[in-house]
């Protein structure tokens, strides 16, 4: 009997040699933990909320990806369930207890480049930890996000690596390029799964949603595709107004009181599709900002008092740099031919006495506080902010009888802002580790440059602000500085025009006013990712007559 069951043993032993099992390629997918997360519920399914505010424009694009079928988070709990039960904790633990699995290198790579690069500048000017880890986690974690930040991270990288000067000398093999229908795959992705999603009111859903807006409007500013950008920019504003003015109300409190959780997440996207907005009447006269005149201005500390930090500052003046864009934006389509239009004296005088109200809380409140001075994220900050707020003083007291000559009495004021437009270029520098061609979809010192470029006529600060713009390629929103320093380099031709033959200009006051470049515009010319060509228009100060012109960038 002993040998027997022996044999039998042995014969079940070796039973998977007669029928081996049938063949599959080993697994590569897994989860990856982190330290520090207890108690939390595992991640929401894939179908996630969506209002179709605008993206059904891109249906017919999201149609022809194919049947391609994304990973799946693991989950537990169904979407509604998990909301219900655990409404806080996504707050309050940024941090993914499990990862999406990705499928190919492509994404690998893609995802450690958002981490590593792309997020990294994403709000450089800005910065905010608690802002760069919701990003990461919901990238991790929800796939339209995850696929919206592959997007974005490989159309970055085809960025950089063409406008890189130290490949440009580098022969490159086709393997070493991305395709360019790459990013729009990932892109068209993202769509298809918020055109998917489950209708709810969940405020994550909603906040998930702006997430994928905010990604693409970063994409296609990328991509040059600069008209749909404004579009998803407005379906954004739109989205986060729907979500009531005491959401909206919680983000510019500074208080004591503790915002509620659930609507943390909310609040730190709306901020940023809200800076955008803001921001955008820098580069279109014909913009303006939604809800510009229920103003934070109203709610400034009193004077005696000083910002309790620099985002309260930040957030101040960003209301008040768009007034004052806007009031200029005004003044210059109405000045097309005849007298310029005088600024309404109201309007004018209020606001350059909450810029002086800003700059003396600003102020104050850096002299209470020493550490911003020495901390390496808020000193270039400090720098930018001063930036923003001198440049829009001058802005508003250079209107007079003299139009373009009235520039030349505030060179003091332009030295200045090209010295602390340095000091943000050089924090830039340090905080890339290169020269290397950076984006970020805020603005900072570019549009500024151009502004002392085109209307600080002293020879030495327009080439300092040429040095500026050509030592590192920034491209702000719309906003490149290679671009920027073109029409600048124009503007310089055609004031000083035959002055080399006369020893060059020495003065601000040797180009006349009749010689001045007034209502200058330029439209960009993209082919791929790349500005082509810019159209400019131009008048004569005090003079008829609309010039037009073609640059080669």
Known sequence: MDGIESENAKAANQSWRKKP?????????GCRTCDGFSETPLAPKTEIESSHYYYNEKTSRAESCGSYHPCTAIGAYQLKQWHAKNRDLISQNLGPFMILPMTGSTQTEAMCFFEYISIKNLNEYHPCESWRKSLMFFSQTVPAVRYAAIALALINRIHLDRHSSDRVQQPQSREDWLPDEAPLFYYNRAIQLLLNQEIGESSELTAITLLVCYLFICFDHLSGNYVQALKHLRGGVELSRNLGKAILNESNTYDDAK???????????????????LQAVTFLTDWTPADIQETLVSQLPPYESAFQSLDQAADHLEILVARVMELRNTEQQTSQTGEMPPLPSSNKDILLGQLETWSSLFEDMLQQSSSYDTEPETYPLISMLRLQHTISWTLLNCHGPGREMEYDNFLLQFQQCVTLAGDVAAAHERYSGSLKPTFTPELGIVPVLYIIGVKCRHPVVRREVLSILRRQKIQEAVWDSISAARVVERVIEIEEGGSEEREGIQSMEQITAWQRVEDLSWLQVVSGQSVTRMDISYTFCAQEGMHIESLIV
């Open 21 to 29: 099992r049938k063949f599959a390629p080993k697994s590569r997918l």
């Open 259 to 277: 915002p509620s959780e659930a609507h943390t997440l909310i609040r730190q996207v709306v901020r940023q599709i809200r800076r955008l907005d």
